[in-house]
């Protein structure tokens, strides 16, 4: 089995920053995505940012020119650093990973277990 463990949210007041971590861990062969999503209270869980092993980024319209995604593919790390918050980014973020267990396993999508983010005005 995969483990996916968050790290890095909290109160922030609007227009600051937060960096979120999130690691991988137990039988992985390989992971090919990694990303984050989010899901504020009555709404549905949404794209936030995703990163190939090779470093090709994709972001959601509201997350682009405000959040970087990164990883380290050596420590089966992703981060997600957020600067310039505004009060409709409060939301639950949750780490996502395409992983292989194996060479000859296919691969499937693990997530973490979510970690608030909250902004103040």
């Known amino acids: 089995q995969v483990q996916l463990v968050e790290s890095g949210g909290g109160l922030v007041q609007a227009g600051g920053s937060l960096r979120l971590s999130c690691g991988a861990s137990?039988?992985?062969?390989?992971?090919?995505?990694m990303g984050w999503y989010r899901q504020a209270p009555g709404k549905q869980r949404e794209l936030v940012a995703t990163?190939?092993?090779?470093?090709?980024?994709n972001y959601a319209d509201s997350a682009k020119a405000r959040f970087t995604i990164s990883r380290d593919n050596a420590r089966n790390t992703v981060f997600l650093q957020m600067n310039s918050l505004k009060l409709e980014d409060t939301a639950v973020y949750y780490c996502?990973?395409?992983?292989?267990?194996?060479?000859?396993?296919?691969?499937?999508?693990?997530w973490g277990q979510g970690t608030q983010v909250t902004v103040s005005s």
């Open positions: 996502t990973a395409d992983v292989r267990s194996s060479i000859t396993d296919w691969g499937s999508q693990y």
């Open positions: 137990g039988r992985i062969f390989s992971i090919n995505v």
């Open positions: 990163i190939t092993s090779g470093g090709s980024t």
